[in-house]
């Protein structure tokens, strides 16, 4: 078990370092040659085609869900009759994103600030979209059945792959200065090549599966449920920039896509840390072993609280300094915002916070039991948003970072109560004193540490990087081993007393 949350830990590692780097290279590039506005235009559209993929309904997950029994099992024909229905749906939701990607390439444009023209804007979307049918025509059912069998590491190598192809094909487009659509068209080419990869691999482990079979009817029950999460979290993470984009303009759109892309990368990494046991917890499940589910989410928790207070105190102190050096150069917007930086390190810590109760909410298939919570926040989140909408960016963020907050009480709440998973006041706690600690930690190294060095090159940032998260990895470890000694010290009072 370890040996494969490992594998899929680090295959995870290597996805999100090449993410970076295309992360990193590509919307600079972008700015730089294009300008803020097509940046802030390729991101609108890029959300855009996040929230067409509403019309998924949940199937994913709720396909991961419903094949953790027959693959725990080894049940060769109960995971048959499942692909047999999965395989369906995602047909039938290919053609409706289609249909629906059309229509609202077609009328967006229209309502969109203008500062790039109708064809740009409607290209990007299409193009954009195209990525996304051929997951839902070819490799998607794959991808969910490689993670339901603990196999994430194959889905993440094939993406690494990806974005090396869509890394190559851009920066030669945008050294001939090629169209954004053209450039953007580089997602279309990697995303067929990871699906042909998908394919071969699952055929060669599972053999092919005979999709004329009877299907399993039980098997996506639960996908209204998983839909409503999907749409309540994507209003809480998507919705921003659209708003940015028809309230304000685009050019503030990609100032904000410029903080978010750094925020993506590292909910990605806090992300890979939940991936990596989601499957464990399934199959403890799936098996009902609560005892064994109860042990593996203490040690998980142990681990990930302090490893996300370490990731977003970082995040708090740098990221300034580095879209100081990454946007240097582009003069057509105001990039820098000191208050913008601390609100999304308090924002990703938050989502952080809620993801382990809601790992272990999803394995089960809890959603119906759950999805009024994720109705609360989305709601929390846009009477906030429209509220707090004067305040500009740093409102937008205000509003998120209170809907996570609700989400971190009543979903632990949830595991403690309705799930047998125990000590829901010691995570509060947990949180509270390294949240603390952390935030104590944050102003010591920017009084102290960040004013000893010249930020003006990345080597010089990275070294100072280098520096601070050394600083405040030390300072957390330091409290790990004082909270390791007091159990300890419990637990022996607790014998000699008992």
């Given at each position: 078990?370890?040996f494969e949350a490992?594998?899929?830990?680090?295959?995870?590692?290597?996805?999100l370092?090449?993410?970076?780097?295309?992360?990193?290279?590509?919307?600079?590039?972008?700015?730089?040659?294009?300008?803020s506005?097509v940046n802030?235009a390729?991101?609108?559209a890029?959300q855009?085609?996040?929230?067409?993929?509403?019309?998924?309904?949940?199937?994913?997950?709720?396909?991961i869900?419903?094949?953790y029994?027959?693959?725990?099992?080894?049940?060769?024909?109960g995971?048959?009759?499942?692909?047999?229905?999965?395989?369906?749906?995602?047909?039938?939701?290919?053609?409706i994103?289609?249909?629906?990607?059309?229509?609202?390439?077609?009328?967006?444009?229209?309502?969109?600030?203008g500062?790039?023209?109708?064809?740009?804007?409607?290209?990007?979307?299409v193009?954009?979209?195209?990525?996304?049918?051929?997951?839902?025509?070819?490799?998607?059912k794959?991808?969910a059945?490689?993670?339901?069998?603990?196999?994430?590491?194959i889905?993440?190598?094939t993406?690494?792959?990806?974005?090396v192809?869509?890394i190559?094909l851009?920066?030669?487009?945008?050294?001939?200065?090629?169209?954004i659509?053209?450039v953007?068209?580089?997602?279309?080419?990697?995303t067929?090549c990871?699906?042909?990869?998908?394919?071969?691999?699952?055929?060669?482990?599972?053999?092919?599966?005979?999709?004329?079979?009877?299907?399993?009817?039980?098997?996506l029950?639960?996908q209204?449920?998983?839909m409503?999460?999907?749409?309540?979290?994507?209003?809480?993470?998507?919705?921003?920039i659209?708003?940015?984009?028809?309230?304000?303009?685009?050019?503030?759109?990609?100032?904000?896509?410029?903080?978010?892309?750094?925020?993506l990368?590292?909910?990605?990494?806090?992300?890979?840390?939940?991936?990596s046991?989601?499957a464990?917890?399934?199959?403890?499940?799936?098996l009902?072993?609560?005892?064994?589910?109860?042990r593996?989410?203490?040690?998980?928790?142990?681990i990930?609280?302090?490893a996300?207070?370490?990731l977003?105190?970082?995040?708090?102190?740098?990221?300034?300094?580095?879209?100081?050096?990454y946007?240097?150069?582009?003069?057509?917007?105001?990039?820098?915002?000191?208050?913008?930086?601390?609100?999304?390190a308090?924002?990703?810590?938050?989502?952080?916070?809620?993801?382990?109760?809601?790992?272990?909410?999803?394995?089960?298939?809890?959603?119906?039991?759950?999805?009024?919570?994720?109705v609360?926040?989305?709601a929390?989140?846009?009477?906030?948003?429209?509220?707090l909408?004067?305040?500009?960016?740093?409102?937008?963020?205000?509003?998120?970072?209170?809907a996570?907050a609700?989400?971190?009480?009543?979903?632990?709440?949830?595991?403690?109560?309705d799930?047998?998973?125990?000590?829901?006041r010691?995570?509060?706690?947990?949180?509270?004193?390294?949240?603390l600690?952390?935030f104590?930690?944050?102003?010591?190294?920017?009084e102290?540490?960040?004013?000893?060095f010249q930020?003006d090159?990345?080597?010089?940032?990275?070294?100072?990087?280098?520096?601070?998260?050394?600083?405040?990895?030390?300072?957390l470890?330091?409290?790990?081993g004082?909270e390791?000694?007091?159990?300890?010290?419990?637990?022996?009072?607790?014998?000699?007393?008992?």
């Open positions: 078990m370890r490992l594998k899929n830990y680090f295959a995870n590692i290597v996805l370092v090449v993410r970076s780097v295309y992360g990193l290279i590509l919307p600079h590039m972008i700015i730089l040659s294009y300008g506005a802030g390729a991101s609108v890029t855009i085609v996040g929230c067409i993929q509403l019309v998924e309904m949940g199937i994913y997950s709720a396909s869900v419903a094949l029994e027959p693959l725990a099992r080894k049940d060769r024909h995971t048959e009759a499942t692909m047999v229905s999965i395989r369906s749906f995602y047909v039938k939701i290919g053609w994103f289609s249909l629906a990607t059309m229509l609202v390439a077609l009328v967006f444009p229209m309502w969109s600030s500062e790039v023209g109708y064809l740009t804007m409607f290209g990007l979307i193009t954009i979209a195209c990525a996304n049918a051929i997951r839902y025509f070819a490799s998607g794959y991808r059945l490689l993670q339901a069998d603990n196999k994430l590491y889905v993440f190598l993406e690494s792959l990806g974005y192809i869509q190559v851009s920066v030669i487009c945008i050294q001939n200065m090629m169209p659509v053209a953007k068209a580089s997602i279309v080419v990697s067929a990871e699906a042909i990869i998908l394919v071969l691999y699952a055929h060669r482990r599972f053999g092919r599966f005979n999709y004329k079979a009877h299907p399993r009817k039980d098997a029950i639960r209204r449920d998983i409503i999460h999907q749409v309540a979290t994507l209003i809480i993470m998507n919705v921003d659209i708003v940015i984009s028809v309230a304000f303009d685009l050019s503030l759109a990609s100032v904000y896509a410029v903080y978010n892309m750094i925020a990368l590292l909910a990605g990494l806090v992300d890979a840390m939940t991936a046991v989601t464990h917890f399934g199959q403890r499940i799936a009902g072993d609560g005892a064994g589910l109860q593996l989410y203490a040690r998980f928790e142990y990930y609280i302090p996300c207070v370490w977003y105190v970082c995040m708090a102190v740098l990221l300034l300094p580095f879209v100081h050096l946007v240097a150069g582009a003069n057509d917007a105001d990039y820098f915002n000191l208050g913008l930086a601390y609100l999304f308090i924002s990703g810590l938050l989502r952080a916070f809620q993801k382990p109760a809601l790992t272990v909410i999803a394995a089960k298939g809890d959603y119906r039991q759950t999805r009024a919570i994720l609360v926040q989305a929390v989140k846009i009477v906030l948003s429209a509220l909408l004067t305040w500009g960016l740093c409102g937008l963020l205000v509003a998120t970072s209170i996570w609700i989400g971190i009480i009543t979903f632990r709440v949830y595991a403690s109560t799930m047998a998973i125990s000590g829901s010691n995570t509060f706690a947990r949180m509270t004193v390294y949240g600690v952390g104590g930690v944050m102003l010591c190294v920017q102290f540490l960040v004013p000893l930020m090159s990345y080597t010089n940032w990275a070294l100072c990087a280098l520096v601070v998260a050394s600083s405040i990895a030390f300072v470890a330091i409290v790990m004082a390791r000694l007091v159990r300890a010290l419990r637990k022996r009072r607790d014998m000699s007393n008992g």
